[in-house]
């Protein structure tokens, strides 16, 4: 009997590795597929964390990183990037079991794994003898070129191709200097997609999760609209540096408020009943469609006065 267990234990290590190694290897090799997949690595640490306990759970992520670097050939900011995915899972599957709220499991482990970034950024900017400005801006312009070669092969017109060429270099400032924001916010987002989708795959095999309650419920704290208003008028300094503050703050908050409009839209699919194949159809649009998007968070945002969900007080709530 320990045998088989044992053995259950060393397939379910090889599966764990063995899935992280894919997605790893399909974002690398299909760049705009690959991207989307890259934010699923958390997920298959977060399972097999959760189900075959710390200890045992640890070698899928140390094995997979091993794995990566042989693939890669060199430590680089990219294996940093799959690294702190995998030790976003982990932690998370961490924090699960705290039995903390919502909030505060996403911002533990966001607050560690941006931490653990600013580390990894030093100690790989030591190695290259390069400063931390010298390293973002090279993957920035790394990152412009590719994105530029990729629009080129999917046939976009020359003169297109020529406007966005000719603005590489003020597309290149803007984004060095709003890397904080983009940081956080996707962070946040990629920690909040994986506590979600992992809910149903981890009950399904009778694994614990916690109860963060109806999370199409969410929504903010009221004064964070402020914040918001703040930031905007900011942005109408004449100063470029006050403006980037202004910003990077608008940045950030947009993806709280993206997370409540998501949930407003979770509500209303849920209480009309709409089909599974059109909620991820419409999902999907919303991903992919930068207007539907803003329509979304603009949807998050306005909650906070029209509030769409009918939700009544704490203090009514408790009558």
């Given at each position: 009997m320990p045998f088989a267990q044992h053995g259950?234990?060393?397939?379910?290590?090889?599966?764990?590795?063995?899935?992280?190694?894919?997605?790893?290897?399909?974002?690398?090799?299909?760049?705009?597929?690959?991207?989307?997949?890259?934010?699923?690595?958390?997920?298959?640490?977060?399972?097999?964390?959760?189900?075959?306990?710390?200890?045992?759970?640890?070698?899928i992520p140390v094995a997979a990183g091993v794995i990566m670097m042989m693939v890669l050939g060199r430590f680089s900011i990219d294996l940093l990037f799959f690294f702190e995915l995998m030790l976003l899972g982990f932690i998370l599957s961490e924090l699960m079991e705290i039995d903390l709220s919502i909030e505060k499991t996403v911002l533990f482990a966001c607050g560690?794994?941006?931490?653990?970034?600013?580390?990894?950024?030093?100690?790989?900017?030591?190695?290259?003898?390069?400063?931390?400005?010298?390293?973002?801006?090279?993957?920035?312009?790394?990152?412009?070129?590719?994105?530029?070669?990729?629009?080129?092969?999917?046939?976009?017109?020359?003169?297109?191709?020529?406007?966005i060429a000719s603005s590489l270099e003020h597309i290149q400032y803007v984004l060095l200097r709003i890397i904080p924001a983009l940081a956080i916010a996707s962070t946040l987002f990629v920690a909040w997609t994986s506590l979600l989708i992992s809910r149903p795959l981890l009950k399904?095999?009778?694994?614990?999760?916690?109860?963060?309650?109806?999370?199409?419920l969410w929504k903010p704290p009221e004064h964070l609209v402020w914040g918001v208003i703040g930031c905007g008028l900011v942005l109408l300094i004449p100063s470029g540096s006050v403006k980037l503050i202004g910003l990077n703050g608008l940045i950030m908050l947009m993806a709280v408020y993206f997370f409540t409009g998501i949930a407003i839209v979770s509500f209303y699919f849920e209480r009309k009943r709409f089909p599974r194949l059109l909620r991820i159809f419409l999902y999907s649009l919303i991903a992919l469609q930068q207007f539907v998007l803003i329509l979304v968070i603009g949807l998050g945002f306005f909650d906070v006065w029209l509030n769409f969900r009918k939700i009544k007080p704490p203090n009514t709530q408790q009558s």
């Open positions: 259950g234990i060393s397939r379910d290590v090889l599966t764990g590795i063995s899935i992280t190694c894919i997605i790893f290897a399909v974002s690398v090799y299909m760049p705009i597929f690959g991207f989307f997949c890259s934010l699923f690595i958390p997920l298959p640490i977060l399972f097999y964390r959760s189900k075959l306990g710390r200890k045992t759970g640890a070698i560690a794994i941006l931490a653990s970034a600013i580390v990894g950024l030093v100690f790989y900017s030591q190695i290259i003898q390069k400063g931390l400005t010298d390293v973002a801006a090279e993957y920035v312009t790394k990152n412009l070129q590719l994105t530029l070669l990729l629009y080129e092969s999917m046939g976009m017109s020359e003169e297109n191709i020529q406007l399904s095999r009778g694994l614990y999760y916690p109860d963060f309650g109806p999370l199409n």
